[in-house]
């Protein structure tokens, strides 16, 4: 043994020792777990992923080895899985990175742990066509194998939980592809399980790598206002203390301040500065109830003592007690007034409600075997309203991917059922969504439905405490537009299979038309003629032109004779309308080969872009980009470029709504860029004020623009009621620092509360 030492190298010498002592912390912490004790089988798989990764680094250049044994890490201390669980974390790299195979893994370790290896490998490209997302259908797959054993996504949280922490060695591209993914599918999947602390960090990392600027600017200012925070924590919470222990209840009293994404994303969503976030600051209070099974009448006895020292919100009292949320967490939230004036809230909740709060999922074993408890029921409706998507599955896996996402929010809604059942639904719910959620007999026969007695349109939006009564009727089948009104992922897939179930009848029906048309006019029915017609109607599929014939919504008529012909005089509809309306109808031609001389130009710009480096934007290369309507980015915003199936280059804001749909699903095509320009394009940009009308206030505004700014103004609209104006400013800028300089002047002019940039 100390041959084989000396002849290892200094720095192989450190990589051992590294890895013996992460392995060692590993071995410790699954030990003192409380789980059955199955060292033996830990120790194989992680010598068996030792030398399947043996010689392999990371792109931050330690032993490859280091990523499996800190997952692993995750998964036995900070989400509480056992051994099977651990060695499937050792080794769930190593299918998709080695030679070694399922098979092999199935041998030595059994089938449990290689069903879970195999769910956790991604998918091989080249195998979905060009317009596929590998994201997608990797996400797919995974969620296919986790419908049957949920270690398998828990893994996959822990994996990306690592991945996020030890980013900063990738690509910015890859960061932003990563970041995107975990914010649009795995923080929410870490939130639906109940890993609060899992998701809050995957949000913050995500949050901290996208936006690093605003991250930064955040921390800094959660740092200073930290003593204020204190001072009312040291104020508001001795009166508390001094009435619980009076009434002799064992707690702990801590604040809870909010994360820098939960704050950036309330300032984005309601465009106010970090000022104005007024739930920064919670208090929670924690308590061992005397007796488990009265813990939630104790919850409300404290909540009754915390009213007699301080007022309550009436309108902030939430409920989680007695109707839990669908990740299984329970709390009493009530918001207090201090005695200094402030609005204070305060979380109550047992020892039990805490951790099951902030480790979800994992926290239910330790309390599986008291008595009453069920903290599985919740988990499992949600697998199984999974595994019913799962049951129809769809062609288009993007759709798929969306309507996952629709079902992990875990904000809801309580609704009763004539007989007086409670159905929890998701926030937004329609009575439609309702109705499949019953039965998709019932969904797909929708008729009508009553609401606490009194008829509502199917798009009514259902809300907490209503009394729902579905109509429905034989004659009634499932109609196209249906698909507008359904906001569940349940509805959606269930009326998308209805229809294609539809679609499929109408397709053959217009497959007989077409074939039948052509042999009246002894044109042969070959693939070749009918992808000549559908690109001469302008279908996207031939599924799409099928049931348009199907449906008779197209007709076919000696244009199409014409046209596959080649006779020159044939039209389509479109063009035959615009030929009456010259001024549009003369323009389409030149229109069209301008376009196409620019996709050329587009075409070899893309083409030359380095993928490994930043993409510096100037004046001479931004002609070649689209700057994107959606978010209207301007110099000085944080930006990335999507490359789109038709390679052109797309710049969107990095917070986009947008982005968040392209990093989590064509990630490859994301691009890293910034901004280098020097002030010789003017952009458009819109500022929205708000304030006290007054005289001569419009007088004020255009002063401070036009003559102290010298701004070229292109819009400005202003609405005055009740005393309050608000309105619209459309301005020509350089880029965002002049941006913040308008803002910055228009909050001087006495009586306006508001100036802030909006996209």
């Not at 003559?707 to 609209?717: C, D, Y």
């Not at 620092?737 to 009586?751: E, F, G, M, T, W």
């Amino acid at each position: 043994m100390e041959e084989n030492k000396k002849t290892l190298t200094p720095q192989e010498q450190r990589d051992e020792q590294m890895i013996s002592e992460s392995f060692q912390r590993l071995l410790d912490t699954y030990l003192s777990s409380g789980h059955r004790g199955k060292k033996d089988i830990i120790i194989k798989a992680f010598n068996f992923a030792k030398q399947a990764h043996k010689g392999v680094r990371r792109l931050s250049g330690e032993p490859y080895i280091l990523h499996p044994i800190a997952v692993a890490q995750i998964v036995c201390q900070e989400i509480g899985l056992g051994s099977t669980s651990i060695c499937a974390a050792l080794l769930h790299d190593v299918e998709e990175d080695t030679d070694y195979t399922n098979e092999d893994i199935s041998n030595l370790f059994g089938p449990k742990v290689a069903n879970i290896v195999e769910g956790l490998t991604k998918i091989a490209g080249g195998i979905f066509g060009d317009r596929a997302s590998l994201q997608a259908e990797t996400f797919k797959k995974l969620l296919l194998t986790m419908s049957d054993d949920i270690r398998v996504i828990l893994i996959k949280i822990a994996d990306r939980l690592h991945n996020m922490r030890t980013l900063s060695s990738m690509l910015p591209s890859k960061q932003y592809k990563i970041s995107g993914e975990t914010l649009y599918i795995y923080a929410p999947i870490a939130d639906r399980l109940g890993l609060n602390r899992i998701k809050t960090e995957l949000e913050d990392l995500s949050f901290k790598y996208e936006h690093p600027a605003e991250y930064q600017e955040l921390e800094e200012k959660l740092a200073k206002t930290q003593d204020e925070r204190d001072k009312i924590f040291n104020e508001f919470t001795p009166p508390i203390c001094t009435e619980l222990d009076k009434m002799g209840i064992k707690y702990t009293i801590k604040a809870r301040v909010k994360s820098p994404y939960s704050i950036w994303n309330k300032m984005q969503k309601k465009h106010i500065p970090f000022e104005e976030v007024f739930d920064v600051f919670a208090i929670r209070i924690v308590f061992v109830p005397k007796k488990r099974e009265e813990e939630i009448n104790e919850c409300f006895n404290i909540y009754v003592a915390l009213s007699k020292i301080y007022k309550s919100h009436p309108d902030r009292f939430r409920d989680w007690l007695n109707h839990p949320k669908a990740n299984g967490y329970q709390a009493l939230h009530v918001t207090l007034m201090s005695h200094t004036g402030q609005w204070i809230e305060v979380q109550i909740r047992s020892d039990h409600m805490d951790d099951v709060a902030e480790q979800g999922y994992a926290a239910h074993w330790k309390y599986k075997n008291q008595a009453g408890y069920d903290g599985d029921s919740e988990l499992n409706v949600w697998l199984n309203s999974i595994k019913e998507i799962l049951d129809d599955p769809q062609p288009d896996t993007l759709d798929f991917l969306d309507a996952i996402k629709l079902n992990l929010f875990a904000s809801e809604i309580l609704v009763f059922t004539p007989k007086g059942e409670i159905k929890t639904m998701p926030a937004n719910s329609t009575v439609l969504d309702f109705a499949f959620s019953i039965h998709t007999f019932l969904g797909s026969h929708f008729l009508g439905a009553k609401v606490n007695h009194k008829l509502v349109p199917i798009s009514y939006h259902l809300k907490s405490g209503d009394q729902v009564e579905v109509l429905s009727s034989n004659e009634v089948h499932v109609q196209r537009d249906w698909i507008n009104y359904a906001h569940t992922a349940k509805a959606k897939a269930k009326i998308q299979a209805l229809l294609r179930r539809s679609d499929r009848e109408k397709q053959k029906q217009g497959e007989q038309i077409l074939t039948a048309f052509l042999k009246q006019n002894d044109i042969e029915p070959t693939s070749a003629v009918f992808e000549k017609l559908e690109k001469y109607h302008s279908f996207p599929s031939r599924e799409e032109f099928f049931l348009a014939l199907g449906e008779k919504s197209l007709i076919l008529n000696e244009d199409d004779i014409n046209c596959l012909m080649g006779k020159k005089e044939h039209l389509s509809a479109t063009r035959r309308l615009l030929r009456y309306i010259p001024f549009i109808g003369s323009d389409l031609k030149d229109d069209k080969n301008e376009r196409r001389e620019v996709s050329a130009d587009v075409e070899k710009f893309v083409r030359s872009i380095d993928r490994k480096k930043i993409l510096v934007l100037n004046e001479d290369n931004l002609s070649s980009c689209i700057l994107s309507k959606c978010c209207n980015p301007i110099p000085g915003d944080e930006v990335l470029g999507y490359i789109t199936p038709d390679s052109q280059l797309e710049i969107h804001k990095r917070k986009c709504s947008e982005t968040e749909t392209y990093k989590s699903k064509f990630g490859n095509r994301i691009i890293a860029v910034d901004w280098n320009m020097h002030r010789m394009i003017k952009f458009v940009t819109t500022i929205y004020i708000k304030g006290i009308d007054a005289q001569g206030m419009l007088c004020s505004i255009a002063d401070v623009i036009h003559r102290q700014l010298n701004i070229s103004v292109k819009r400005i609209t202003i609405e005055t009621q009740d005393g309050i104006f608000e309105g619209q400013i459309d301005v020509y800028v350089y880029d965002t620092s002049d941006v913040a300089h308008i803002c910055d002047d228009l909050r001087q002019i006495d009586n306006v509360t508001s100036a802030i940039r909006i996209d």
